[in-house]
């Protein structure tokens, strides 16, 4: 009985044991590492022109030497491709890659063949002892995206190449600088319009105050009183603001190309006068920037020089007002929920005088600098605008 007593009280020991050791000490599970070479793929299913991004594990203690095209076969639905050798030799450089390391295999070589086929990869590694093989499937975008690119993307994309193709270098800094101005003298016309109209409105500034001060108390005649006046003055109370919204889709179709403009699979991308044409050849570097960057000192450089730039623009829209305005004149208190304060151009002119320079200041940060670029070059052609209307004579 003793010895049974005791056996049990060295089970409940042992089990006690194993249950602190549990709660307290828990195992941690390891997945034993197999020595060996072998092969991974971020995506295994991407859409063209998209290049697949594969990964080489050297889990050995010594460096290995791998040659794309004796150690790594490549097939297409079940098709080996035996003509990479002869018509993409750059692809056949070897790799050397340091124990316990990884390498990233370059498909750059071959973007051609990955933005023109669409098929099931089979990309296989012969290893020292064996084998690995993993699978891809390369397929079309969707419509909407495929509209979207074929109507966007690629014609900015392939302005961008006309222009590298003839300026010296493939520069990109010149071509978005010529672009820039392409696209300001395009809009040369209906900005002029516009800044003219800007000016106008500030010249009926007493005549805004009056009609804000008769009907103050009566907001629903207040605006249809404004929007009298404007129409008989031929003036857009918007007009500053309608630049700015014809400059954001621009920025959005520059910021997509710029930031992938050297990425080899825009050859899907060419039309076909380009198709010779190596997007690696683009140089992203102008003048100590690399165009292509996000973020960083620089970004912050850049983004401070694109708020003085916007603050000299809009300082110099508001210099009307600031010459025309009576000193003695007692400065009205605006309501900023009023339809006065929504109608009246003087506080819509301080707003883009201080939160416009700031905003775009922010939004530089996240922007390559080849779109920081394009925005700065701008400005300074629409600074030249605003001096001439400025020390325009008035007709009127």
């Known amino acids: 009985m003793d010895k049974l007593r005791l056996i049990n009280l060295f089970a409940i020991a042992f089990l006690a044991s194993l249950l602190v050791q549990y709660w307290f000490f828990p195992v941690k599970n390891t997945t034993p ?12 299913s991407i859409t063209i022109p998209n290049i697949p991004k594969i990964t080489i594990h050297n889990t050995t203690s010594g460096s290995i030497v791998v040659n794309p095209c004796d150690d790594i076969v490549i097939s297409i639905d079940s098709r080996p491709l035996t003509w990479i050798r002869d018509t993409a ?8 890659i340091s124990g316990w390391t990884t390498a990233h295999l370059s498909f750059d070589a071959l973007y051609k063949l990955f933005s023109t086929q669409i098929g099931k990869y089979l990309i296989t590694m012969k290893s020292p002892s064996w084998e690995r093989t993993i699978s891809i499937d390369v397929s079309l975008p969707g419509s909407f995206r495929s509209a ?14 006309a222009l590298l193709t003839w300026i010296p270098g493939h520069s990109l800094g010149w071509a978005i600088i010529i672009i820039t101005l392409i696209i300001r003298l395009i809009l040369l016309v209906p900005q002029q319009h516009m800044l003219e109209s800007q000016k106008q409105l500030q010249k009926i500034q007493p005549k805004i105050k009056a009609i804000q001060k008769e009907f103050k108390w009566d907001q629903a005649v207040l605006g249809q ?7 008989k003055e031929g003036v857009n109370p918007m007009g500053s603001c309608l630049p700015l919204l014809i400059q954001m889709p621009i920025l959005i179709w520059l910021y997509w190309v710029i930031s992938g403009i050297t990425d080899p699979s825009n050859f899907y991308h060419l039309y076909g006068t380009f198709k010779d044409f190596q997007p690696s050849q683009i140089i992203t570097t102008f003048m100590w920037l690399n165009l292509s960057q996000v973020g960083w000192v620089m970004a912050v450089i850049f983004g401070i020089i694109l708020w003085i730039t916007q603050w000299v623009q809009a300082y110099m ?4 007002i600031a010459k025309s305005k009576d000193k003695n004149e007692p400065k009205a208190e605006v309501d900023p929920n009023s339809m006065e304060a929504v109608l009246d151009p003087e506080l819509m002119q301080k707003m883009m005088l201080y ?31 605003q001096w001439y209307v400025n020390n325009k004579k008035d007709t009127k």
């Open 317 to 320: 829209s508001t210099q009307y």
């Open 148 to 161: 979207i690119t074929t109507l966007v993307y690629e014609p900015i994309y392939n302005l961008f190449v």
């Open 33 to 44: 590492v197999l020595q060996d070479v072998f092969i991974s793929v971020e995506k295994d």
């Open 355 to 385: 939160m416009l320079p700031l905003m775009l200041a922010i939004s530089a940060y996240f922007f390559p600098l080849g779109v920081g670029l394009y925005w700065f070059i701008g400005t300074l052609f629409v600074i030249a605008q």
């Open 225 to 231: 009183k404004m929007m009298e006046l404007y129409k």
């Open 89 to 96: 030799p750059n692809f056949c450089n070897s790799i050397t």
